[in-house]
């Protein structure tokens, strides 16, 4: 994992000169407890909950706000206990509904449009849009209403350049409508002179126009965002199963929030714009990553930070290895084509290194004589060890008593009865023109259709 300093994108992201450190009361501090929020937020946007309770959620003093964070193939949020108990009650609520836009609108998944800083401004003008700014915290860019005014110390502080400039933005922002797309407002931005005028800067001297960036945000600390989409820090099999955990994040949220009405403040067009989001076809290896990219196995690992001058010995701590354990189960009847096992198995192998594979060959029975772990980058070929018949019950009583197994897939053209509900999540990964012999699938498996190659470029 990347530093957290590095990877911060911080709620509101905005640039408030006239913002100054808020003296936070130590017991209102110490008894933050950032999961009554979520509680509290629950009854209000029980949409915008779920989508929070998805994330890892990790208290820290490397970030000066709140962001959410994409760290290879997994998204966290982070938050400063100081910046949360500085805000109201209403502002804590709207700095989760920021963090849940995030995810929503797939920030942190996307690749940035160039430069990464003009569109960090760009999503915070959408997100800030749809939020009541009295649950916005102080600073937050907000489409309509300009930057508070320098006080004359800060304006002494300034060149007349600065100050010009902080005076320019701050119409600019002023002159926005709201509810517009990110899109929207990164053009606008980059038609402005003064955007490009910065840019300029920062590509003939870096360090100063960080120092001036770092004037410009003082106090709201440094809204970076780095991390979301940039293929210098994530690869893109770690985007995609990222952006698949958090398309079904969006997809089980937005399902309960219509099954139980629950979308609360949610605005009507972006609960339109989720539902097409979720709606679409997926190609099934999106499905497939999915799958397995939410399958978590927490390995608990004793670390030590690293020393510095004010902790010259370091403290221990805690570190989790997040790599899934999946059973995989091979249909071994004659109906299960060896183009459909290759085609399953040269997925298999891209994602070998993201979780670990057992891989078992079954039709009534499952073979575990011939049972082996697929090793991270090893490459395999899929083989037949039996003859018979099939029997879903067989790989579901065998996954259900395997410990090690956080979960499972069965690969195979549907052509058996429906077994016993798993007690571990579990996927079908059917043959290509194939389905599932029985229609009531158990809400929490996931069916898989695959394709042929030929196929899905004739689909595209």
Not at 68 to 93: K, P, Y
Not at 177 to 193: A, D, I, Q, R, V
Not at 356 to 378: A, I, L, P
Request: charged share 30%.
């Amino acid at each position: 994992m990347a530093k957290a300093t590095k990877t911060q994108g911080t709620a509101g992201g905005t640039p408030n000169v006239a913002a100054t450190k808020k003296v936070v009361d130590p017991a209102r501090m110490a008894g933050f407890d950032m999961d009554s929020h979520l509680v509290a937020l629950a009854w209000s946007d029980a949409f915008y909950a779920d989508i929070i309770r998805s994330l890892t959620k990790i208290e820290s003093t490397d970030i000066p706000t709140a962001g959410v964070v994409q760290q290879g193939s997994e998204i966290t949020m982070w938050w400063n206990r100081e910046f949360c108990a500085g805000l109201t009650d209403r502002q804590v609520r709207g700095l989760l509904k920021h963090e849940s836009l995030h995810l929503i609108l797939l920030h942190t998944t996307t690749r940035r449009y160039e430069p990464h800083w003009v569109h960090n401004w760009a999503a915070d003008l959408a997100i800030n849009s749809m939020i009541p700014e009295d649950e916005l915290p102080e600073g937050g860019l907000i489409p309509g209403r300009p930057f508070p005014k320098l006080t004359a110390e800060q304006v002494a502080e300034r060149t007349e350049e600065e100050v010009a400039r902080h005076e320019k933005l701050s119409a600019l922002i002023a002159s926005f409508p709201k509810g517009e797309s990110t899109e929207w407002y990164f053009g606008k931005l980059m038609e402005n002179e003064t955007i490009k005028e910065m840019e300029q800067e920062r590509k003939e001297a870096q360090e100063a126009f960080k120092e001036m960036m770092d004037k410009l945000m003082e106090g709201m600390g440094k809204d970076s965002h780095e991390g979301w989409g940039d293929s210098d820090n994530v690869s893109e099999e770690d985007r995609q199963l990222a952006e698949g955990k958090v398309r079904q994040v969006l997809k089980e949220a937005s399902q309960k929030a219509d099954r139980t009405n629950s979308w609360g403040t949610v605005p009507a067009e972006m609960q339109a714009h989720i539902r097409k989001l979720v709606s679409g076809e997926i190609p099934w290896q999106s499905v497939l990553r999915q799958f397995v990219g939410f399958t978590h196995r927490q390995d608990r690992m004793e670390t030590w930070t690293r020393s510095s001058k004010k902790d010259p010995m370091g403290q221990p701590g805690v570190t989790y290895n997040y790599l899934p354990s999946i059973n995989i189960y091979v249909d071994q009847s004659g109906s299960v084509p060896d183009s459909s096992l290759e085609l399953f198995f040269g997925e298999l192998a891209s994602l070998s290194r993201k979780a670990t594979f057992k891989v078992y060959y079954f039709d009534t029975q499952v073979d575990v004589k011939n049972g082996f772990e697929w090793r991270r980058g090893s490459a395999v070929s899929p083989k037949r060890t039996r003859c018979g018949g099939t029997d879903f019950d067989a790989p579901t009583a065998h996954a259900n008593g395997d410990r090690s197994c956080d979960a499972y897939m069965i690969l195979t053209d549907g052509g058996a009865p429906k077994p016993a509900d798993g007690r571990k999540r579990r996927g079908w990964i059917l043959d290509p023109g194939n389905k599932l012999y029985f229609n009531d699938v158990p809400s929490r498996d996931v069916v898989i259709q695959m394709k042929h190659p030929e196929k899905d470029r004739q689909a595209a």
